[in-house]
């Protein structure tokens, strides 16, 4: 099989005629960096949980832009930011189940060396399955602690990883090299306006969120520490062009933020952008597309960030999205002055490029890459078909956010379960608590139309339990009092928008910024709530009941969690990993299969419909109204949820969302059987 594209044109270079050591002064260049984030192991345009093609994402599909970007631009360089082996079955299987051997590149490695990556960084998922495996799959020989140090690389990425503001907490050596400079042969013009061959010094570095110490702590702790986004760039980048880089771009696994800088903040990109001399700044980990002119997202509509023409306090700034659905590009204009190349930042062009075409069609998937990992993508498919037990009805989240509990009880059930039974036989001193669990719709539409959860009623394998817990997480324990579970209630309530019950035009329930994986729920029959809309984000908690009584603010429970929220993981009051009191060794998703599978036969009665929470009742003078995939309205009325309606089977973005109200008034409603 012929490798793809073979290299970017910079290697087509090579047998040009003699490159000049220094171009004449007045010599310009356009240089394009094209840049992939997130990932998460979507190599094929598949969907292992629904077991079906999925034309919406997929590296094999962003290989056609990739492939397009090379054509139009004689000079780019291809960049991964990171989360790239995690998030799907594939990724799993080649993790857990047939983990691959020293001498096999991880199916999306494959991918990307036959693509022409020339470098990338590390995302936070990346530690999911700790340092020995991250240090072998990445073709690394870092000495950590918990890692092996092998006599040679492993196969893995063809191109550099870097990674600076992680690194080994004995020796304070970065984990990974922490930047790279190559000479990136590119095709010029000189100022006579002839073309010329030369070569432009290229750096990249990379960062990643420091939020891994609280997300992975169990692989982490004691091996390897993270240091500040602003003190690592102000140590680095002077260093890099001292070396003689030219151009600098920084690979940043972190989104925007504008709260007041400390070194650990999980999205420190704002701050990256103040250090002097980055030439360009790719973005990740947030999953948003950058730059957009029509984004309501807070951080995109910060001073000195320009949503238009994607700038970071002047810095060229791109971020595309996710599970390859975007290719992010940035054209900068380079000028030589006698010494050196200059890039004149007010000239850049920054945008995406989305593998969905303007008709809503999508842009075919590159043949070669499905051919690439046939073996992997037919054995996952596989694996994933191994049965579990069976439902009597449909889980699914498409109406998850206004109390559609299908595809979430079952989840705390099995946390409850594993929690109790652990207690009982070890840890006998906290038998008198409570046991309750939080969970949360992992899928609610945020990646697309297609992106809910959704398991048909019968034979349920574990492709379906990977979409009804979709992360990596491994399952803890928190003790916490009432007042603490209030309050972690009180911020997964953030997910709703405040509602003005005396506005008569629409007005939209969900506040899109906040995401469905931090709406956390109880679904517990011994407890109750109440979540008043009308009321400010902090104060909206109404009537919080354990069996029929209120909850005392200093009376105890123990919560069962994953390790992402019970460490800190989406800012909870109190949860910052000091209430932790179990750590289990199995993840959350192994324990719902062992479940299911000691289950057997699951029912809507008995494990798809315990709400704890509903809408406080609130009369509004004009509709309240929320998006969820068209055609879904049967759904609801299955959930048992009063007044949901349909306004519009289209919702008017073109996107195959379906426009639906909810009458907070008979929402509050319980009816019989349903509480």
């Not at 979507?42 to 056609?64: F, H, I, M, Q």
């Not at 290719?327 to 930042?345: E, F, P, T």
């Not at 809503?360 to 690439?372: H, K, M, N, Q, Y």
Request: include cysteine.
């Amino acid at each position: 099989m012929r490798i793809l594209f073979l290299a970017p044109a910079a290697v087509l270079l090579a047998g040009c005629s003699s490159i000049p050591a220094i171009p004449p002064q007045g010599s310009q260049a356009i240089f394009v960096i094209l840049e992939t984030t997130d990932l998460h192991a979507n190599v094929r345009s598949y969907d292992y949980y629904k077991l079906a093609s999925d034309a919406s994402l997929g590296l094999e599909r962003t290989a056609t832009l990739i492939r397009q970007a090379r054509k139009e631009f004689p000079n780019t360089l291809l960049l991964d930011n990171g989360d790239t082996i995690q998030g799907t079955a594939l990724g799993d299987y080649q993790a857990l189940v047939a983990p691959v051997g020293c001498g096999q590149p991880l199916a999306i490695y494959k991918a990307m060396n036959a693509l022409g990556f020339e470098g990338g960084s590390v995302g936070n998922h990346e530690f999911n399955w700790g340092l020995d495996y991250l240090g072998q799959v990445t073709a690394s020989r870092f000495g950590a602690e918990g890692a092996s140090v092998r006599a040679q690389p492993c196969a893995g990425p063809a191109f550099p990883v870097v990674l600076a503001n992680v690194v080994d907490a004995r020796t304070g050596v970065p984990l990974f090299e922490p930047y790279r400079i190559f000479d990136k042969r590119v095709s010029a013009t000189g100022p006579d306006g002839k073309s010329l061959a030369t070569t432009v010094k290229v750096g990249i570095i990379g960062f990643t969120t420091p939020a891994i110490m609280g997300w992975d702590r169990r692989w982490l702790e004691g091996r390897v520490r993270t240091e500040g986004w602003r003190e690592t760039a102000q140590r680095y980048i002077p260093e890099m062009r001292a070396k003689g880089a030219e151009v600098v771009v920084a690979i940043s696994h972190a989104g925007l933020d504008g709260a007041a800088y400390v070194p650990s903040m999980e999205n420190g990109s704002l701050y990256l952008a103040q250090v002097p001399g980055i030439d360009a700044l790719l973005l990740g980990h947030s999953h948003d597309v950058f730059p957009n002119a029509a984004s309501k997202t807070a951080a995109f509509n910060l001073p000195d960030v320009d949503k238009v023409q994607g700038r970071v306090h002047g810095v060229p700034t791109v971020m595309p999205g996710l599970w390859g659905k975007h290719l992010g590009v940035i054209q900068l204009a380079l000028r030589h002055d006698g010494k050196r190349w200059v890039s004149d930042a007010g000239a850049a062009k920054v945008k995406t490029r989305s593998i969905q075409r303007p008709d809503r069609s999508f842009v075919e998937p590159d043949p070669e890459i499905a051919a690439l990992v046939k073996a992997e993508h037919e054995a996952t498919i596989a694996y994933v078909k191994t049965p579990i037990g069976d439902t009597d009805f449909r889980m699914s989240a498409y109406f998850a956010d206004v109390g559609d509990v299908s595809a979430i009880q079952v989840v705390n059930q099995a946390q409850a379960d594993y929690v109790r039974r652990h207690i009982q036989a070890s840890m006998p001193q906290y038998a008198r608590l409570p046991v309750l669990s939080m969970s949360a719709p992992f899928k609610t539409g945020a990646a697309g139309v297609a992106d809910y959860t959704d398991v048909a009623p019968g034979k349920l394998a574990l492709n379906n339990a990977a979409d009804l817990y979709l992360y990596p997480n491994d399952l803890h324990a928190v003790k916490v009092d009432g007042a603490t579970l209030k309050a972690w209630l009180e911020k997964a309530a953030g997910r709703f928008n405040t509602i003005d019950p005396t506005r008569s035009e629409p007005q939209e329930l969900v506040n899109t910024g906040f995401a469905g994986f931090n709406f956390d729920m109880l679904t517990d029959p011994d407890v109750h709530y109440q979540i008043d809309v009308t009321q400010a984000p902090g104060q909206r908690i109404k009537g919080l009941t354990w069996r029929g009584q209120p909850v005392r603010a200093d009376q105890e429970f123990i919560v069962a969690t994953n390790n992402f929220r019970a460490s800190g993981g989406g800012g909870f009051p109190g949860l910052d990993g000091s209430k932790t009191i179990f750590a289990s060794p199995d993840n959350n998703r192994a324990v719902l299969i062992d479940y299911i599978k000691s289950v057997q036969h699951l029912t809507r009665r008995a494990n798809g419909s315990a709400r704890s929470w509903r809408f406080a009742p609130v009369k509004t003078s004009g509709p309240v109204v929320f998006h969820a995939a068209s055609g879904k309205l049967a759904l609801a009325r299955e959930a048992g949820l009063a007044g949901v309606s349909l306004l519009k089977e289209e919702d008017g973005g073109g996107k195959g969302y379906a426009l639906y109200a909810i009458d907070l008034n008979a929402a509050s409603a319980s009816p019989a059987g349903r509480e």
